[in-house]
């Protein structure tokens, strides 16, 4: 008997949740909009900020901007090595003090085709920045870690004197 009184509760507990998938109220309605809504701007976001770090990477990748007039700084950078992410992070720390038309800040990825390429060029190694002027000549070769005040007054200096004066 009360093997029979449980599978007919059970039996109306589904009727009810089928008729309520069927006639949705005005509450359910609402609430899954709102959660279309908050998904479509959650994915959207994260759409938008997906897309501007890429194109900020590849940016920051086109070595092509050397000697367009700016002074500029390339990271000879492996991203496998854990001393060049931290110099990377340092050279970025100093780098906040300029705008993008005072210094250029470019990464050399040794682990590709162009960024190798570029290190062989200048015979550097990985975990090395390389200065130039505007007009794209080498200016000075910084070669291991340095930290973020070291970076600074350096990075001072080299815009003070390759930077435009106009």
Known sequence: MAKISKRK???KQRAKTSEAQQNPSRR???RWARNV?????AIG?????MMRSVNAMQA???????GQGKPVVVQVHDPQCATCTALQRETRNAMKQFGECDLVYLVADVSQTKGATFANRYGVPHVTLLLFDGDGRL???LSGMRYRDELSELLVRHQQRYGSTA
């Open 9 to 11: 509760k059970a039996q």
């Open 28 to 30: 359910d309605v609402l």
């Open 37 to 41: 809504g908050v998904a479509a701007v």
């Open 45 to 49: 976001g994260g759409g938008f900020w």
């Open 60 to 66: 920051e990748q086109d070595l092509t901007r050397i």
């Open 139 to 141: 200016q000075q070769t």
